[in-house]
């Protein structure tokens, strides 16, 4: 065996150098080597260009380049237009996906008591990471909402495993101490938080007040240091602070009203919600969270989840126009930064009880909420990810840098995708693990049917 | 006996305007940019390519099967630049332009790719004139591909005759101290390299015979290979792909690489030295020789009858 190993290293060797060739005649143009690449050729016609190629190191050159290209750049995305339809019309395939179809949605229908998802849904989208103000929020489902409800009521006291999780996850999030604990009902990136669920509108509200706090009151000291200006320099100088902080509070306006009328729809919700949680069984009376620290039972990180969760309000409504104390705020901060560094995701995407979790050294996480565990994976791209979509436990996209894309699928490792073009991608939305449509950083939106083998531009 | 090349038959221009209609369906942005006449003539282009090499006229269903197979959205969309027009140039501007430019830098990283993509991208346009018409490389495509894919493929064939081209013109200061790897590229490599054999110090005798027996038996063995297993062994050690791009060309899975590489290996091996052993009489210890000296130094290169084949 060993003379044998010996034996064809030497032949390797002996390939190595002699199976160097000159171009043979009658090379294959460019259209019939792109033809055989995509392999469009009848059986006979690459029998031939096969026969050809095997003599002509030209050609093998030629076909190297060609997938290297492929290997570096990707598949080339077929950009369609929106009026190529007939590839559907193909009945061998038609009549069958047609009855699968009928057969899935009647069994749906059966099955599934909540309201479908639709493209437009926009509990689809997961938010870039982008300095913008709108964060897009998701309805939660229940079953989650339910068992979070049920771990708040089981109290702090003697903090159940459930609560100490949960504890571990809100510590960060100082903005949402005495705030009400609306169910898992949104995603939105949180710029205090470490790995933190969720955060619901009102506390995103307060937060886009506080955020424009501080710009008020750098404004303030200006329009101060303007009134001790000569006068001609006092006007421009007014009409420079003047724009920028209207532009401010525009948009700090525009994202509060986008919140709250998305928390307006997840009212319903809170309120079902309510309902059943109060209609189940009460646990036996226990320490609150306040008392529980007062007493040293429990170190602070928790007593503050305790009071978070001990707190509830049963109205949002009522904390729609109520600021975060910034004291409050400012002293939760302190807190936050005096713990030891929590590593924090750039962005998040949740599918149903998986929360995905994108931190910067593109290191990704799959949090398992129910069983309270997450498995970290390395993104299988060194662009910079900026986006991702979760339409369901098992499928998620991310898309980022150079238009990279990438999806997983059923607990299987990331795959970069096809991509239409090489520009940033900013934003993904998924139906499933073949639909799905991303935008551009300049706006262009395309859409996948097909798991991203061929993109269409919208 | 010379048999003249078949006239493929004309395309009717029925199918024609079927044809241009279901491309238009499909890049509605390309209304009005085509003219009908064009889109004909690049038709028949295609079909003259295609049934070029066949002695006899293809039948009328014989075309229409094959212009069916083609990318009739992208031939429309060729024909429209080829012909200026500007809404088509935008299109593919904003859709393949790009691509182009990566699959450049993707392949040419040491030889200019911004030039080598700037070119392709003047020729694409039309910069030369040719009896008073601007010729592009849009008239080329004849619709057998994608047009991205065969965009690459001109990039491919671009980067691999500048690779030639640079590699015919090496210093004469390096060209004295090669080996054999520029002997498939020069007409004088077989006689360059029988004399720096003659002139090598002979430590064996027998070194010359050895060797000289060896490169025929392995030319044969090479030889007598089927096209694909030539192709896969070249690929691998000549190109240097790796096995998944080797299955990608191939159209095999990589583990099937793997194991067609490894059973054509061995069996190669074993011909070369059931050869040496049969036919040139060669003991054990001669044959593990032959090996050796062959590592040392391979002075021969097989393209004769590695362009033959079988």
Wanted: net charge positive; charged share 25%; proline share 6%.
């Amino acid at each position: 065996m060993t003379r044998q190993r010996q034996s064809d290293d030497r032949l390797a060797g002996l390939l190595r150098h002699g199976l160097k060739q000159a171009a043979a005649p009658g090379c294959v143009s460019p259209d019939l080597l792109g033809a055989y690449f995509e392999r469009n050729l009848t059986s006979a016609e690459s029998a031939k260009v096969e026969v050809h190629i095997a003599s002509c190191v030209h050609c093998q050159q030629q076909l190297a380049a060609m997938v290297r290209i492929e290997t570096a750049v990707g598949v080339p995305a077929r950009v369609e237009t929106a009026g190529q339809h007939f590839w559907f019309l193909n009945w061998r395939w038609l009549t069958p996906a047609a009855l699968a179809a009928v057969g899935a949605f009647a069994i749906w229908i059966t099955v599934q008591p909540q309201a479908p998802v639709g493209l437009g849904d926009k509990s689809q989208i997961a938010t870039a990471r982008e300095p913008a103000a709108a964060a897009q929020e998701a309805p939660a489902p229940a079953p989650a909402t339910r068992a979070f409800e049920q771990n708040k009521n089981a109290a702090a006291g003697p903090a159940s495993k459930d609560t100490d999780a949960l504890a571990l996850r809100r510590q960060d999030v100082p903005a949402l101490a005495n705030k009400p604990t609306a169910p898992q009902s949104l995603i939105g990136r949180s710029q205090g938080a470490a790995g933190v669920v969720s955060t619901p509108a009102p506390v995103l509200m307060a937060e886009a007040g506080e955020q424009a706090a501080p710009a008020r009151l750098a404004d303030e000291k200006k329009k101060e240091n303007v009134a001790a200006l000569p006068e001609a320099d006092a006007g421009k100088r007014r009409a420079d602070l003047a724009v920028p902080a209207e532009k401010r509070m525009e948009s700090t306006k525009l994202a509060a009203a986008q919140k709250v009328e998305t928390a307006g729809s997840e009212k319903a919700q809170e309120r079902e919600l309510q309902k059943s949680v109060q209609a189940m069984p009460q646990a036996p009376a226990q320490v609150s969270g306040q008392q529980a620290y007062a007493q040293g039972k429990i170190p602070p990180a928790r007593s503050e989840m305790a009071i978070v969760t001990n707190e509830a309000k049963p109205d949002a409504a009522r904390d729609r126009t109520q600021e975060a104390p910034p004291k409050q705020t400012e002293e939760g901060f302190a807190v936050t930064r005096s713990r030891a560094a929590v590593p924090r995701p750039e962005f998040t995407a949740l599918g149903g009880r998986i929360q995905w979790l994108f931190y910067k050294d593109r290191r990704i996480e799959r949090y398992d909420e129910r069983l309270k565990s997450g498995e970290i994976v390395s993104s299988p791209v060194t662009q910079e990810l900026l986006a991702a979509s979760a339409p369901s436990e098992k499928v998620c996209w991310a898309v980022g840098r150079g238009g990279v894309i990438i999806r997983s699928v059923s607990g299987e490792p990331w795959k970069q995708i096809g991509s239409p073009v090489e520009e940033d991608l900013v934003s993904i939305e998924a139906r499933d693990a073949q639909n799905a449509t991303v935008r551009t950083r300049s706006g262009k939106t395309y859409a996948t049917s097909d798991g991203g083998r061929t993109w269409r531009s919208q | 006996m010379t048999i003249a090349t078949a006239r493929p038959a004309q395309v009717s221009a029925t199918l024609a305007e079927r044809l241009l209609a279901r491309a238009l369906a499909a890049a509605p942005h390309l209304q009005g940019q085509v003219l009908s006449g064009s889109f004909c003539d690049a038709l028949e282009r295609s079909v003259a390519s295609r049934f070029k090499d066949q002695p006899r006229p293809p039948s009328m269903a014989e075309v229409e099967r094959y212009l069916e197979t083609l990318q009739h959205a992208d031939l429309a969309l060729a024909c429209a630049c080829a012909g200026g027009s500007e809404a088509a140039w935008e299109h593919f501007i904003r859709n393949f332009r790009s691509d182009l430019y990566a699959a450049a830098r993707a392949v040419a990283k040491d030889f200019n790719p911004h030039e080598l993509a700037d070119s392709i991208y003047a020729e694409l346009f039309g910069l030369e004139e040719r009896e008073g018409k601007r010729r592009s490389l849009f008239q080329y495509f004849h619709g057998r591909s994608k047009l991205s894919t065969w965009l690459r493929a001109i990039v491919a064939q671009r980067f691999v005759d500048q690779v030639r081209a640079a590699r015919r013109t090496v210093s004469l200061d390096s060209e004295n101290g090669e080996g054999g790897s520029n002997a498939g590229d020069s007409p004088s490599g077989d006689a360059r390299h029988e004399s720096r054999l003659a002139s090598a110090p002979a430590a064996d005798p027998d070194r010359t015979r050895l060797l000289g027996v060896l490169q025929a038996v392995v030319s044969g063995a090479i030889t007598s290979l089927d096209p694909r297993n030539r192709l896969r062994l070249s690929y691998y050690y000549v190109q240097d792909l790796t096995l998944a791009q080797i299955g990608r060309l191939l159209g095999e899975h990589e583990a099937t690489v793997s194991r067609k590489l490894d059973r054509t290996r061995s069996s190669l091996r074993q011909r070369i030295e059931e050869a040496l052993r049969q036919e040139q009489h060669m003991s054990d210890a001669q044959v593990r020789l032959c090996f050796d000296y062959a590592r040392e130094e391979w002075p021969f290169d097989l393209t004769s009858s590695l362009r033959n084949g079988p």
